[in-house]
């Protein structure tokens, strides 16, 4: 129908005979039907990947059910969706919501944010009219490009493409959690996940996973999706809380693709120590799983590359150059156990709003601190130095809150259980090191 709009403007316009026109519609009801599998495809995904996680989002789906009841979007009695005294029952025998009630959640989260983007400036900025241009078949988006911002149901069919982006690729609770943790509207984590999705070359990463259909396990590749939304979850709260308000998708893609795609490839080496003897392991695990060693690999290095965000932020305020600035953040990361601390933090329960927010804040201040930190190295030691240098000069100029430091993190972390609180005081006498 949105085609033949087209068409039949450019016959009215004598840009196009009957003839031509009828032969063009015919000729795109391959592309059509490609268009619609390909969003088939997508949404099975979507479907897939939400099983496999289904038991440990259970309490996330709980809180997001209740809260589209709450704002008069949801009737779960009329959609067959467990009480709050089953999801407790399931929760107990450790399962999830099943297939059926999983495609019903992601339909009713596709239609509020369907209308909570459509009210929003998303639908005419202009990052966002690529999506206008990659809903038609390429003939017609080419040959009538001028026209698409004429088309009466422009701003629906821009909402349409990025809602299913971001649920089918981000999950069913993504935009949920990510406003629950931060606070900000549908449109700001929109324009943050758009941002991440382009800096660090997720398209791509989707489409090799995409390629080992029937060659592989299909739980192989529901762990590869899970990984990658490690990242994605991770730099979009990252964002919204560094650069808020996002107004500007093409800038803030500008600010950082540069460096994180130059760097990437370094991230390996730029590891140390524990934290590149994990990259490694992580590697292992994800053979194990099934996936080949280069795709692995390359989703392995996705979470740590994720710290190139800060040295951005770090390099552009003290005018040096992102690869000094990473040489030292990666290897102060190594020194101040960074890794383990996140993992601990991961690790931290969110069966409630308070405890997911508690986390989140929790891992935010872990990253701004070695952000704090590096910053520190880098203004108060000799830049011609190797990073291992700096660090033990450094070390030397503030020996007495270091050496606090590295008992405290070690007493911390060798507890049987990490919780809030030991996490707490880990993360305050990380934060009082800079000099």
């Known amino acids: 129908m949105n085609i033949k709009i087209l068409l039949d403007r450019s016959v009215h316009a004598g840009e196009l005979t009957e003839g031509s026109r009828n032969q063009l519609l015919a000729e795109q009801t391959g592309q059509v039907a490609n268009l619609v599998l390909r969003d088939n495809y997508e949404q099975n995904v979507l479907l897939g990947v939400a099983r496999h996680g289904a038991r440990s989002l259970l309490s996330v789906h709980r809180r997001l059910i209740k809260e589209l009841e709450k704002a008069g979007e949801l009737d779960r009695e009329i959609e067959y969706l467990p009480t709050d005294k089953e999801l407790a029952v399931r929760e107990a025998a ?3 919501l099943s297939s059926p009630e999983l495609a019903v959640l992601a339909a009713y989260v596709k239609i509020v944010l369907t209308e909570q983007l459509r009210e929003s400036t998303v639908p005419d900025e202009p990052w966002f009219r690529g999506m206008l241009q990659s809903y038609f078949p390429a003939p017609i988006a080419s040959r009538f490009d001028a026209h698409l911002d004429t088309h009466p149901l422009h701003r629906e069919i821009i909402t349409t493409c990025v809602v299913n982006d971001l649920v089918n690729r981000g999950g069913i609770s993504f935009v949920f959690r990510a406003q629950e943790e931060t606070g900000v509207d549908a449109a700001q984590v929109a324009r943050a996940y758009t941002v991440v999705r382009e800096v660090f070359g997720l398209e791509s990463i989707w489409a090799e996973i995409e390629t080992l259909d029937n060659d592989v396990a299909t739980d ?6 899970r990984e990658v939304r490690r990242t994605v979850d991770r730099a979009v709260r990252w964002l919204v809380d560094v650069r808020f308000p996002i107004t500007d998708v093409a800038a803030e893609i500008q600010r950082y693709a540069d460096t994180v795609a130059e760097l990437t490839p370094r991230v390996p080496e730029l590891l140390r120590g524990r934290e590149r003897d994990n990259l490694n392991a992580e590697v292992e695990r994800l053979v194990g799983n099934g ?7 390359r989703i392995s290095c996705l979470l740590s590359s994720f710290l190139l965000l800060d040295v951005v932020e770090i390099a552009v305020a003290n005018d040096r150059s992102a690869a000094e600035v990473a040489e030292l953040h990666f290897a102060m ?3 101040l156990s960074v890794d383990d601390i ?7 329960p969110r069966d409630d709003r308070w405890s997911a927010l508690a986390r989140a804040a929790m891992r935010h201040d872990v990253y701004a601190a070695l952000a704090a930190v590096t910053t520190s190295v880098l203004i108060n030691t000799d830049e011609t130095l190797s990073a291992s240098d700096r660090l033990a000069d450094w070390a030397r100029q503030n020996p007495e809150r270091v050496e606090r430091a590295r008992t405290t993190f070690a007493e911390a972390l060798s ?4 919780d809030l609180a030991t996490l707490s005081v880990a993360l ?3 934060r009082s090191l800079p000099a």
């Open 94 to 96: 450790r399962e999830g």
């Open 220 to 225: 192989s590749q529901h762990v590869a999706y």
């Open 291 to 297: 996936l080949p060693a280069g795709l692995a690999h």
């Open 333 to 335: 990361s190594e020194r």
């Open 342 to 348: 996140l993992y601990a933090v991961t690790r931290l």
């Open 415 to 418: 507890r049987e259980t990490v």
């Open 428 to 430: 305050r006498i990380m």
